[in-house]
């Protein structure tokens, strides 16, 4: 499974007149800034290397793991790698929907090997299914469904989309290491409905990532947005008042986008039931346009239940 990572969110820290030998230890820092420069860690994590010919339709791959402070792999990081592999497997279609089932944890220090499958090609669409595995055995699958660009009618129907918020609503999301902004703090253990949108930049970026990194993000708040209309519960709980671990995720591509320009995530959290929580939102552009949908399913076990 997934491990369900909560995302810890901080103040920037303010400028400091220090000591010229002054050395800042490391429980004075946020993860990221312990991290020295996680995007270009994630960037190589994207960086997928093919270790076998296609044979028959099947090919296989291998991705590193990201270099963070526990020994779970995170589910953002598959979902990337996932959407890599299927892009490289048939270059010339656009992913459309993926949807990912995670079996059981992966380990940190084990590279993922992946098999790839084209279980169809046709002119129009493709589906690849990709197995994730470790020497413990399968960590994760994804079914993935592709298509060529066309043109047609377009509509939507959607909530409109305010302006970004400034720069005093600036977060820091742990795993997220670009600029992110939102309203609300989910580590603030105070009740509220199951809602939750934040706005998102990365740096410049080559736009064949941008499927992979927006996938990546999605995967990071919805246990958090489950969370809030319970009194005294935030997501910073996990492994204490509750346990969690994402079982399933999946994301639909309906237009092109690019992660680095504003991108605002808003989300909800219909249903908490029977230790699992579902939650889904949407990923639009700074002019309102919805590129992406998502949703997820996640163990969610309290203590006091058990």
């Known amino acids: 499974m997934n ?158 989309v305010g302006p970004v918020l400034g720069p005093e609503y600036e977060i820091r999301l742990d795993l997220i290491p670009w600029q992110t902004r939102a309203a609300v703090d989910l580590n603030i253990p105070t009740a509220g409905p199951p809602e939750f949108e934040f706005w998102m930049r990365t740096p410049t970026v080559d736009p064949a990532l941008a499927q992979a990194l927006a996938a990546y993000a999605t995967d990071l708040t919805l246990i958090g947005t489950a969370l809030r209309p319970i009194d005294g519960a935030d997501q910073r709980g996990n492994g204490t008042t509750f346990t969690s671990a994402v079982t399933s995720h999946t994301v639909w591509f309906h237009r092109p986008l690019r992660t680095d320009s504003w991108l605002l995530l808003r989300q909800h959290s219909p249903v908490l039931a029977h230790g699992r929580s579902f939650g889904r939102g949407d990923v639009l552009t700074e002019d309102g346009v919805l590129v992406a949908s998502y949703g997820q399913e996640a163990l969610l076990r309290f203590a006091d239940a058990q």
């Open 3 to 160: 491990s369900g990572t909560s995302a810890h969110t901080a103040s920037p820290p303010a400028s400091l007149e220090l000591p010229e030998n002054y050395v800042l230890g490391l429980e004075n820092l946020t993860y990221t800034e312990r991290v020295p420069d996680l995007w270009t860690d994630l960037l190589g994590c994207l960086d997928i290397a093919k270790t076998s010919a296609d044979d028959g339709g099947t090919a296989e791959f291998e991705g590193r793991n990201q270099q963070l402070e526990y020994h779970r792999v995170f589910g953002g990081q598959l979902l990337g790698q996932f959407l890599r592999i299927a892009s490289l497997t048939c270059p010339d279609k656009a992913v459309k929907s993926q949807h990912a089932v995670f079996a059981r944890e992966g380990r940190a220090d084990e590279p993922v090997r992946y098999q790839a499958i084209c279980a169809h090609e046709g002119r129009s669409f493709a589906t690849v299914a990709i197995t994730a595995t470790q020497s413990r055995g399968v960590i994760a699958t994804a079914s993935i469904s592709m298509h060529v660009v066309e043109d047609g009618p377009e509509r939507q129907q959607i909530e409109d």
